[in-house]
């Protein structure tokens, strides 16, 4: 059965910092891997998609994940923060042929000036 | 937002009264979905849609039915709502483009039980 789990329900980091976001996948076939971030009382935007075209994906608002195989990983990264990133971001899976997702609980990110 | 809608977006209903969430799309997508959000949970899968009249149960389908009896809508019925089920509720649809899928949501509606 497919999971993800996202390490760390709370990351802080100053503005101009990287961000790095964790995100661990389990999966018995090849996974299709998403991120979704959600800025406060709005719903889920899709920030970027793994789908096997290419290990280095990016995204919108100058994110990026690497899907690393050995290491089981999808971790979402960007150089430079920016205040407007504080949100709650979501990794997820497929989850079968029926196309539901499986998410991860959330990494909600603050940035400080 | 791949044209979904939801409504109501705010509802404070009591404990024991049934209530039901509608999720309108207006691009003809076959697969639709209803979540539910919770601190420290994610979102789990309630039920979904693929095609009218054809649904099937999710991971946190209890106490909840739905029904599609429309291509564009899909609800969800609490039929006795209960403290737990306060939530924040996401419909979603699979759009596809090609071999690949994405799934995008509505904005979600916000349910309070008394």
């Known amino acids: 059965a497919q999971s993800v789990t996202q390490l760390g329900s709370h990351v802080s980091v100053s503005e101009g910092a990287l961000v790095l976001l964790r995100c661990n996948y389990s999966?018995?076939?090849?996974?299709?891997l998403f991120w979704y971030v959600q800025y406060p009382n709005q719903g889920l935007q899709l920030l970027l998609k793994?789908?096997?075209?290419?290990?280095l994906v990016k995204g919108i608002n100058g994110f990026e994940a690497e899907f690393k195989k050995s290491e089981t990983s999808f971790h979402l990264t960007k150089p430079s923060a920016h205040m407007s990133d504080a949100a709650e971001y979501f990794c997820?899976?497929?989850?079968?042929?029926?196309?539901?997702?499986?998410f991860g609980k959330g990494t909600k990110l603050s940035v400080k000036p | 937002d791949a044209g979904i809608t939801q409504s109501p977006r705010h509802k404070v209903t009591e404990t024991g009264t049934p209530v039901t969430l509608r999720c309108h799309q207006t691009?003809?997508?076959?697969?639709m979905y209803w979540y539910r959000q919770d601190p420290g949970h994610g979102l789990r899968l309630i039920h979904y849609?693929?095609?009218?009249?054809?649904?099937d149960k999710g991971e946190v389908s209890d106490g909840y039915s739905v029904s599609r009896s429309k291509t564009e809508d899909f609800l969800l019925t609490l039929e006795s709502a209960t403290s737990s089920q306060t939530s924040v509720y996401f419909c979603?649809?699979?759009?596809?483009?090609?071999?690949?899928?994405?799934?995008?949501f509505g904005p979600g509606t916000r349910l309070l039980v008394l």
């Open positions: 997820a899976v497929r989850g079968g042929s029926q196309g539901n997702l499986i």
């Open positions: 999966s018995s076939v090849p996974p299709y």
């Open positions: 793994y789908t096997s075209a290419a290990t």
């Open positions: 691009e003809n997508h076959r697969y």
């Open positions: 849609s693929y095609g009218v009249k054809d649904t």
């Open positions: 979603a649809i699979t759009a596809t483009s090609g071999s690949l899928e994405t799934q995008y």
